[in-house]
């Protein structure tokens, strides 16, 4: 039997050894290569773009030679006024990239020796910088599969069983809980946006489904509305999970790892933050056959692809 991708050698092509012992300055020169790559690290002026700039080695700065803008590698990224090192970001994407079901943050924290705020943040920015390929706003087409999955707002029972009240009624459950409805193109990419209710995926799949494509969705009534706009194959989980090419399970698999990523790495996920879990595990899923060194260099680009992170900037001083 032929070895999984992911088992094999070639899918280890980058490791935390490889990247201390290379050290600070090819971590730095990583960064410099994905910022510029069109000039193959040579600065670039972010702001008049010029490309001929004076390098200020002992600051790690550079001055544009047209307009004396001063700026470092990271100015106007995702990255900007950073204070840790090159090369500890880079492993804080290296241990990113390699836990599959996500990483806890009281981990992250102690893999790099830091706050646990600090790897909170850094860990929230990397996620924005996923969403660049997550959220690209382009609409699915082909066969894409629809789906629902509910995250957070437990309701603990009253301990007296004369005490319990009906958790399944409106009026006793709570207000933050939250669903995350996923489109998952086949053979593409996965979609995932989070609402209040499952049925209002309806009017989402209206923006983000082309016309022309086939959706596939599950039994539960607020889908019979897809009919009215595309042809749509339904499939009875109660009866059969896969009917002659019907079935749902590309986007099963997707909440599959967003579930354990949620219940074993974080174990808890504020709705305010829910959907940048979704979009980390979406992320995962799509890239899942890329060896880690791609996937490293993918979000180190992306990275230094990102603005000035507006919900990150400045959380130290509770801005966020």
């Given at each position: 039997?032929?070895?999984?991708?992911?088992?094999?050698?070639?899918?280890?092509?980058?490791?935390?050894?490889?990247?201390?012992?290379?050290?600070?300055?090819?971590?730095?020169?990583?960064?410099?290569?994905?910022?510029?790559?069109?000039?193959?690290?040579?600065?670039?002026?972010?702001?008049?773009?010029?490309?001929?700039?004076?390098?200020?080695?002992t600051r790690r700065k550079f001055k544009c030679?047209?307009?004396?803008?001063?700026?470092?590698?990271?100015?106007?990224?995702?990255?900007?006024?950073?204070k840790m090192a090159f090369v500890d970001l880079l492993?804080?994407?290296?241990?990113?990239?390699?836990?599959?079901?996500?990483?806890?943050?009281?981990?992250?924290?102690?893999?790099?020796?830091?706050?646990?705020?600090?790897?909170?943040?850094?860990?929230?920015?990397?996620?924005?910088?996923?969403?660049?390929?997550?959220?690209?706003?382009?609409?699915?087409?082909?066969?894409?599969?629809?789906?629902?999955?509910?995250?957070?707002?437990?309701?603990?029972?009253?301990?007296?069983?004369?005490?319990?009240?009906?958790?399944?009624?409106?009026?006793?459950?709570?207000?933050?809980?939250?669903?995350?409805?996923?489109?998952?193109?086949?053979?593409?990419?996965?979609?995932?946006?989070?609402?209040?209710?499952?049925?209002?995926?309806?009017?989402?799949?209206?923006?983000?489904?082309?016309?022309?494509?086939?959706?596939?969705?599950?039994?539960?009534?607020?889908?019979?509305?897809?009919?009215?706009?595309?042809?749509?194959?339904?499939?009875?989980?109660?009866?059969?999970?896969?009917?002659?090419?019907?079935?749902?399970?590309?986007?099963?698999?997707?909440?599959?790892?967003?579930?354990?990523?949620?219940?074993?790495?974080?174990?808890?996920?504020?709705?305010?933050?829910?959907?940048?879990?979704?979009?980390?595990?979406?992320?995962?899923?799509?890239?899942?056959?890329?060896?880690?060194?791609?996937?490293?260099?993918?979000?180190?680009?992306?990275?230094?692809?990102?603005?000035?992170?507006?919900?990150?900037?400045?959380?130290?001083?509770?801005?966020?």
């Amino acid at each position: 039997m032929a070895q999984h991708f992911l088992l094999s050698a070639a899918a280890r092509t980058l490791s935390l050894r490889a990247i201390y012992k290379a050290g600070e300055e090819a971590a730095y020169d990583t960064f410099r290569k994905m910022r510029w790559q069109d000039t193959d690290g040579e600065a670039v002026c972010p702001r008049c773009g010029h490309d001929e700039a004076y390098d200020i080695a002992t600051r790690r700065k550079f001055k544009c030679k047209r307009c004396l803008h001063q700026f470092s590698v990271t100015s106007g990224t995702i990255f900007a006024s950073r204070k840790m090192a090159f090369v500890d970001l880079l492993a804080a994407i290296c241990i990113t990239v390699n836990a599959a079901k996500g990483v806890s943050m009281l981990q992250l924290s102690r893999d790099l020796d830091c706050q646990y705020k600090t790897a909170f943040v850094l860990a929230h920015k990397l996620r924005e910088a996923m969403a660049l390929e997550v959220h690209t706003g382009e609409v699915l087409d082909g066969h894409v599969e629809v789906d629902g999955a509910y995250f957070g707002g437990h309701v603990r029972p009253e301990n007296r069983k004369e005490d319990r009240k009906d958790r399944r009624l409106k009026e006793n459950q709570s207000p933050r809980r939250r669903v995350v409805v996923a489109f998952r193109e086949r053979y593409g990419r996965t979609l995932p946006i989070v609402v209040r209710a499952e049925a209002e995926g309806v009017p989402l799949a209206l923006e983000h489904v082309h016309r022309l494509a086939t959706m596939l969705a599950d039994e539960a009534s607020h889908w019979d509305a897809l009919h009215a706009g595309w042809p749509v194959q339904r499939v009875n989980h109660s009866l059969v999970y896969s009917d002659h090419g019907k079935h749902t399970n590309w986007v099963e698999s997707y909440f599959s790892r967003l579930r354990r990523m949620v219940a074993g790495q974080h174990h808890h996920v504020s709705p305010q933050y829910l959907h940048q879990y979704a979009t980390h595990a979406a992320w995962l899923e799509d890239n899942r056959r890329t060896d880690n060194g791609g996937l490293g260099r993918r979000l180190v680009a992306n990275a230094m692809g990102s603005p000035v992170s507006r919900n990150w900037a400045g959380y130290w001083q509770r801005a966020a």
